[in-house]
T-cell receptor
Framework: AQKVTQAQTEISVVEKEDVTLDCVYE???????LFWYKQPPSGELVFLIR??????QNEISGRYSWNFQKSTSSFNFTITASQVVDSAVYFC????????????FGTGTRLLVSP | NAGVTQTPKFRVLKTGQSMTLLCAQD?????MYWYRQDPGMGLRLIHY???????AKGEVPDGYNVSRLKKQNFLLGLESAAPSQTSVYFC?????????????FGPGTRLTVT
């Protein structure tokens, strides 16, 4: 069965620090998709990235970067030079490609960025 | 273009009462989902729909029913509310299946059952 583990429940940093959010997943599928979502204090979930299992290239989008390592079943998310607006709960999710292909979410990591 | 909207935003029920949560999307998406979010448990799929007139059970369907009579609407019903159903409920929709399709989420409904 598929599973996503986000071991960090809460992380506190000071503005401008770099921070990495860990995500470890389990799946028996050879083809799957990984996602990151952001949930700001307003409550709505915002899509950040989708990565398929065949693409292990790291991705950078502004201050955000993602490190996908199949060998360790990890899909970590780094925020460079964090800002107060980055304060949110971040969810990692996995979708297999067999059956309905539902999204399975991790329990989330709450990031607090203080000025 | 409103995206995904949910009605109501907040609700308090007494044990045994019933209610219906409404989700509407204006993106012509085929797939719609209902999740519940509980502290420390992430989001869990309650029911989903792959098209108008079709619904299926997710991970935690007990105590809930759903209907998708129109493509743009997905209703979640609680026939006899229980305190264990106190949660934040999110609706989502996507153009394609979960693996390749980004899911767009509504703002959530906070439900308290006393």
């Amino acid at each position: 069965a598929q599973k996503v583990t986000q071991a960090q429940t809460e992380i506190s940093v000071v503005e401008k620090e770099d921070v990495t959010l860990d995500c470890v997943y389990e799946t028996r599928d050879t083809t799957y998709y990984l996602f990151w979502y952001k949930q700001p204090p307003s409550g709505e979930l915002v899509f950040l990235i989708r990565r398929n299992s065949f693409d292990e290239q790291n991705e950078i989008s502004g201050r955000y970067s993602w490190n996908f390592q199949k060998s360790t079943s990890s899909f970590n998310f780094t925020i460079t030079a964090s800002q107060v607006v980055d304060s949110a709960v971040y969810f990692c999710a996995l979708s297999e490609t067999t059956g309905f292909q539902k999204l399975v979410f991790g329990t989330g990591t709450r990031l607090l960025v203080s000025p | 273009n409103a995206g995904v909207t949910q009605t109501p935003k907040f609700r308090v029920l007494k044990t045994g009462q019933s209610m219906t949560l409404l989700c509407a999307q204006d993106m012509n998406h085929e797939y719609m989902y209902w999740y519940r979010q509980d502290p420390g448990m992430g989001l869990r799929l309650i029911h989903y729909s792959v098209g108008e007139g079709t619904t299926a059970k997710g991970e935690v369907p007990d105590g809930y029913n759903v209907s998708r009579l129109k493509k743009q609407n997905f209703l979640l019903g609680l026939e006899s509310a229980a305190p264990s159903q106190t949660s934040v409920y999110f609706c989502a929709s996507s153009y394609s299946t979960g693996a390749t399709g980004e899911q767009y989420f509504g703002p959530g409904t906070r439900l308290t059952v006393t």
